[in-house]
């Protein structure tokens, strides 16, 4: 069975970093598509960035670009999202997700149908 699971998420004033983590178990394929999503109160859920591991692709969506890396770490199926220079409106529940197989992944990434394995979500909120 395979697991999802973030840990990372916290408090802080804006301008501050976090690092998220997430860790997939059970999952049967070398390589894995990845996806950070996030959302806010009253706020449909968003895509914040992507990596696939076997090719070291990412994407970051426009919000996050310049302040956030996401980053792997292959032979422990884990994947980390650098958090810098946070702002009140970065605040929300940051989800972790997995895929094996994403078909146009340039131009799928930040649709979360397209990751089928997800974690429990994190709060990180930021405070101006």
């Known amino acids: 069975q395979v697991q999802v699971v973030e840990s990372g998420g916290g408090s802080v004033q804006a301008g501050g970093s976090l690092r998220l983590s997430c860790e997939v178990s059970g999952f049967p394929y070398d390589h894995v598509y990845w996806g950070w999503f996030r959302q806010a109160p009253g706020k449909a859920r968003e895509a914040v960035a992507s990596?696939?591991?076997?090719?070291?692709?990412?994407y970051y969506a426009n919000s996050v670009k310049g302040r956030f890396t996401i980053s792997q770490e292959n032979a422990m199926k884990t994947v980390y999202l650098q958090m810098n220079g946070l702002k009140p409106e970065d605040t929300g529940v940051y989800y972790c997700?997995?895929?094996?197989?994403?078909?146009?992944?340039?131009?799928?990434?930040?649709?979360?149908?397209?990751?089928?394995?997800w974690g429990q979500g994190t709060q990180v909120t930021v405070s101006s």
């Open positions: 990596i696939y591991t076997g090719s070291g692709s990412t």
């Open positions: 997700a997995a895929d094996q197989f994403i078909t146009e992944y340039s131009l799928r990434w930040f649709k979360d149908h397209e990751y089928r394995y």
